[in-house]
């Protein structure tokens, strides 16, 4: 049982390159969340899915794409990095909404030259 | 919009010393909060979960209290280690219930 792992943890991109991270779960959850974390900004929410096909905006979705082709991963995309794309982005599961635990992989630390 | 304070930002203690660390909430119409754990350069660790209509949970030497009504809650590490040293995340589920919103954390730092 692996949780929730992440694809990969670093990378470096120059500014206007395109990327995607992946996220995959072996819980069966149902929904899956993107979050950055910058210094001095803490924990913010990308995007979010509630089930296999669905995405949502959460916070901070400007410069993201998101996908949720299988049940079991999460797809972020940056379609043209910039540098204030750099961060660290993490990916969480959860079994439902507001009364469950969220579980958080290890996250992809992005930077953007 | 919901907002989470934690205070203080740093903190270091001796080993064996308790300790609080305090987070406050804008916003009292929340479904529950949650303390986690982040060790640098990795991810989180959930510690705790409070739901709404608790008032607190306990798990080891770890204690969080939820004070809806005046927007706190506080996390007790009894008998603190070195191995607790990390930053300590406190955050609550947002109004639509989809997400979580998170302070930026108190980072502890236990000297042996």
């Known amino acids: 049982n692996a949780g929730v792992t992440q694809t990969p943890k670093f990378r470096v991109l120059k500014t206007g390159q395109s990327m995607t991270l992946l996220c995959a779960q072996d819980?069966?959850?149902?929904?899956m969340y993107w979050y950055r974390q910058d210094p001095g900004m803490g924990l913010r929410l990308i995007h979010y899915?509630?089930?296999?096909?669905?995405?949502a905006k959460g916070e901070v979705p400007d410069g993201y794409n998101v996908s949720r082709l299988k049940k079991q991963n999460f797809l972020l995309g940056l379609e043209s990095a910039a540098p204030s794309q750099t961060s660290v982005y993490f990916c969480a599961s959860s079994r439902g909404l507001a009364k469950e635990t969220q579980y958080f992989g290890p996250g992809t630390r992005l930077l953007v030259l | 919009k919901q907002e989470v304070t934690q205070i203080p930002a740093a903190l270091s203690v001796p080993e064996g010393e308790n300790l609080v660390l305090n987070c406050s909430f804008t916003d009292s119409a929340i479904y529950n909060l949650q303390w986690f754990r982040q060790d640098p350069g990795k991810g989180l660790t959930s510690l705790l979960l409070i739901q709404s209509s608790q008032r607190e949970q306990t798990s080891g030497r770890l204690n969080a209290s939820l004070d809806k009504s005046s927007g706190r809650s506080t996390l007790y590490i009894a008998a603190s280690q070195p191995g607790d040293s990390a930053t300590y995340l406190c955050?609550?589920?947002?109004?639509?219930?989809?997400?979580?919103?998170f302070g930026k954390g108190t980072t502890l730092s236990v000297s042996s």
């Open positions: 899915s509630v089930g296999e096909g669905t995405t």
């Open positions: 819980m069966n959850h149902e929904y």
């Open positions: 955050a609550v589920i947002n109004q639509a219930g989809t997400a979580l919103i």
